[in-house]
C-alpha cells in the first residue's frame, strides 16, 4: 500500500492550518472504502480496521504529528478507518478537562455516530468510519466534520480553563473580602 | 436538475436491447424498470422485483446471448432468472462457496458464468439440464478474496482481480462445453480447467477491476494504488505496464474499443 509511517514537525507559530490540511489530504484517501463482507466468518460483514483478521485487507497506519503532544492516527483498510486524535494538555488542569470533556463526549458516542466509545490506546478520542456511513453521508462533509472537530476541541478545552480561572478569582476575592472591609 | 432514483445503487445490468435495466439499491431485492433508454429517471417504469436473496445484492449481468439474468450475493448464492410466462424465474446454481460473492460475469457466449467470492475461489457454472440446475467447478489458486472477473472474449480464458494486489488470467476450458480455440495465449485445448496460465503483481494495492478488449488482446486492470496496469499479450509474451495517477483510486475499468479505455 502507498501509506507510510510519517512524522511531520513544525514550528509552533503557525502550525495548525499544515496539521489540519495534512490530515484532511489523508483522510480524503483514506477513505476510499467499499463493502467488503468478511472473509473470515460467513455471511458478516466487520469493520476490518477492528478485527484485523487479515492483513491483506488493512492499509499501513500513518500518524501526522504537529507536536510532540498533539497528533493524529489514521489506520484504514478496506472497508473501514479508525482516526484517533491526541489532544494538547499543557498543564494539569487541562489535562483533567480533557479526560472529563473526552469521556462525556464518549458517552454520548451514538449522536456523533463515527465517534467510538473508547480511545485508541495512547490517544484521547477515536472515531470508527465505515463504508455504511459513507453510503449515507456526503465525504468531503464527513471530513469537514472530522477537521472541524479536531479544531473546535482546542477551542472548548481553552475556554473551558479561562473560566475556571475567572470563576477561581471571582470566588477568592469574594471570600477575601470578608477578611479584609 | 437531476432525479435520484434511490439512495444507494449497489450494481445493476442492461438489458440486450438497452430498454431495461436491471437494479439493486442496496439491498436484497433486484427491480427491473422498463422505458430505460429514457435519459430522466422519472420515466423509467418499474416491472419486476426479483425475490431471492437474503443478503445484498453484490453484482447483475444480464447475458445477450439468452436474456437470462445472473444475480449473485453476500449471501453466498446466485441466481440464474429466465424470464418465462410474463415472469422472471429463479433456478438454483451450486456455487459450493462458503463466503460472500462479490461479482458475477456471464461468459460471451452464454454458457458459463464466473463467479469473484470472499473464499478466495472462483465457481466457474455451466448447466447441467439432467437436473435443471448450474454447477460449478471451481478456480482456486487465490490467496484473498477475489473482487472480480472478466471473461476474455472466446469465453475459454478468465482473468480475475484480487485482494491479494494480484491479477490472474485462468483457463476456464471446460471438457464438455468448450471447443478448443487458438487463443492469443497459445491452443486453449492445451491448459485443463483451472490453471493459471500468468498472473500479474503489477498493482501496491488491491485489484478492484479487470477487463479485456473487444478483440481479447489486452487486459487492464485497476489498483488500489491509484494505478492503471495494460498488459499486451501480441507477440507471444505479455507485457504489463502501469500507470500511477495522483487521483483517488478508480474500482471499474472498462474498455469502449480497442484503443480507448475508461475507468
Known amino acids: ?181 | 436538475m437531476s432525479t435520484k432514483l434511490a439512495d444507494g445503487v449497489t450494481c445493476h445490468a442492461w438489458s440486450p436491447d438497452r430498454k431495461r435495466i436491471a437494479v439493486c439499491e442496496n439491498s436484497e431485492r433486484v427491480y427491473i424498470y422498463k422505458n430505460a433508454d429514457k435519459p430522466s429517471v422519472t420515466d423509467w417504469v418499474k416491472e419486476h422485483e426479483l425475490v431471492g436473496h437474503d443478503l445484498v445484492v453484490s453484482a447483475i449481468d444480464w447475458s445477450p446471448v439468452h436474456n437470462k439474468i445472473v444475480t449473485c450475493s453476500h449471501d453466498r448464492n446466485a441466481f440464474v432468472w429466465t424470464f418465462t410466462d410474463n415472469e422472471w424465474k429463479p433456478s438454483l446454481s451450486i456455487l459450493r462457496i462458503n463466503r460472500a460473492a462479490l461479482d458475477v460475469k456471464w461468459s460471451p457466449d452464454g454458457t458459463k458464468f464466473a463467479v469473484a467470492s470472499g473464499a478466495k475461489v472462483v465457481p466457474v457454472c455451466h448447466y447441467e439440464s439432467h437436473n435443471d440446475w448450474w454447477i460449478s467447478k471451481m478456480i482456486k489458486k487465490h490467496k484473498s478474496t477475489v473482487t472480480s472477473v472478466a471473461w476474455h472474449p472466446n469465453s475459454q480464458l478468465l482473468a480475475t482481480g484480487s485482494t491479494d494486489f494480484r491479477c490472474r488470467v485462468f483457463s476456464a476450458f471446460i471438457k464438455d462445453i468448450d471447443r478448443p480455440t487458438n487463443s492469443i495465449l497459445g491452443d486453449t485445448g492445451r491448459f485443463s480447467f483451472g490453471d493459471q496460465i500468468v498472473d500479474f503483481d503489477a498493482s501496491n494495492g488491491w485489484v478492484e477491476g479487470v477487463a479485456w478488449s473487444p478483440s481479447g488482446n489486452q487486459l487492464a486492470f485497476v489498483g488500489h494504488d491509484s494505478s492503471i496496469s495494460f498488459v499486451d499479450f501480441e507477440g507471444g509474451s505479455s507485457v504489463c505496464k502501469s500507470l500511477k495517477s495522483k487521483e483517488l483510486p478508480n474500482q471499474k475499468v472498462m474498455f469502449l474499443s480497442d484503443t480507448v479505455v475508461v475507468a
Not at chain 1, 24 to 51: M, Y
Not at chain 1, 88 to 103: M, V
Not at chain 1, 141 to 159: Q, R, T, V, Y
Open chain 1, 1 to 181: 500500500s502507498e501509506f507510510h509511517l510519517i512524522a511531520l514537525v513544525f514550528y509552533q507559530a503557525n502550525t495548525l492550518r499544515p496539521y489540519l490540511n495534512t490530515v484532511r489530504h489523508t483522510l480524503d484517501a483514506s477513505l476510499c472504502l467499499r463493502n467488503f463482507p468478511s472473509q473470515t466468518v460467513e455471511r458478516h460483514n466487520k469493520p476490518e480496521v477492528e478485527v484485523q483478521s487479515s492483513k491483506e485487507l488493512l492499509l499501513n497506519p500513518v500518524m501526522i504529528c504537529r507536536n510532540e503532544q498533539e497528533k493524529c492516527l489514521i489506520e484504514s483498510s478496506i472497508n473501514s478507518v479508525r482516526v484517533s486524535i491526541a489532544i494538547k494538555q499543557a498543564d494539569e488542569i487541562e489535562s483533567i478537562l480533557c479526560h472529563k470533556f473526552t469521556s462525556f463526549l464518549m458517552q454520548r458516542s451514538e449522536q456523533f455516530i463515527v465517534m467510538r466509545r473508547k480511545p485508541a490506546k495512547g490517544y484521547d478520542l477515536s472515531f470508527l468510519v465505515t463504508h455504511m456511513h459513507l453510503e449515507r453521508m456526503w465525504k468531503h462533509k464527513l471530513i469537514d466534520f472530522l477537521i472541524e472537530f479536531m479544531e473546535d476541541i482546542d477551542k472548548e478545552i481553552s475556554g473551558m480553563k479561562i473560566a475556571i480561572n475567572a470563576r477561581a478569582r471571582i470566588i477568592a476575592s469574594e471570600y477575601v473580602k470578608q477578611f479584609c472591609p
